[in-house]
């Protein structure tokens, strides 16, 4: 049995105390990895950005808002794991400044100076263990592979999970999964519960059973 840590969902940037960046993920996919990981007799820890959904009672859930509130709960908790899913979609820019009363409408154009967050993955990459393992995702609407493999090596991770922004708040998924060569290993499509179960299955293949 493998301790794994899976992130899931959006995180929130905020603008002003109302106002806020994100993006469209749902934490369906985080769920059914949850649920795949009991299934394959795993203790699945996850944690989770702001979602409409319920994740299994049983599971030890751990919420979050922003992108350095995923960071930092990653890194307490990612030293008592075997490993880590990486599946939420972190926000990747937050304003400069946060204003402290709602930006108020003026009928000018209105310009934010943006910059970006940690890199959540790339983060626990550079502290894994050699016992530790991760498994990144890359949604890319462009160059689909090229920017899975850049992220695989940026990251340090074990393995990439490649789909696609049709993936964003939907039931279904088509994936690919990439190892550290670079290899395609697995392909699945179908239900995000089917197509968590396969990359467990891979997980558990690959990178759980090779470091028993």
């Known amino acids: 049995m493998a301790r794994i840590l899976i992130t899931?969902?959006?995180?929130?940037?905020?603008?002003?105390?109302?106002?806020?960046?994100?993006n469209g993920s749902s934490g369906r996919m985080g769920r059914?990895?949850?649920e795949a990981a009991a299934h394959f007799g795993h203790d699945p820890v996850v944690i989770?950005?702001?979602v409409q959904i319920d994740y299994p009672a049983a599971v030890e859930i751990v919420s979050v808002t922003s992108t350095e509130e995923l960071l930092a709960a990653c890194s307490e908790r990612f030293p008592t794991c075997d490993g880590v899913i990486g599946a939420a979609a972190p926000c990747d820019y937050r304003p400069i400044r946060i204003e402290t009363q709602k930006i108020a409408k003026t009928g000018d154009p209105l310009h934010l100076d943006l910059i970006e967050t940690p890199d959540v993955m790339a983060t626990l990459g550079a502290q894994k263990r050699p016992d530790q393992w991760l498994v990144g995702f890359a949604l890319e609407t462009e160059d689909q592979r090229f920017r899975a493999l850049t992220k695989l090596v940026k990251k340090s991770?074990?393995?990439?999970?490649l789909n696609g922004p049709q993936a964003m708040d939907a039931l279904d998924n088509q994936i690919e999964i990439l190892n550290a060569a670079g290899e395609l290993v697995a392909a699945a499509q179908g239900s995000k519960v089917d197509v968590a179960l396969r990359i467990l299955e891979i997980v558990d293949e690959q990178l759980v059973g090779s470091r028993k």
């Open 8 to 22: 899931s969902g959006p995180t929130r940037q905020y603008l002003d105390p109302i106002r806020y960046l994100t």
């Open 32 to 34: 059914a990895l949850c």
């Open 157 to 161: 991770c074990d393995l990439m999970v």
């Open 48 to 50: 989770t950005g702001p």
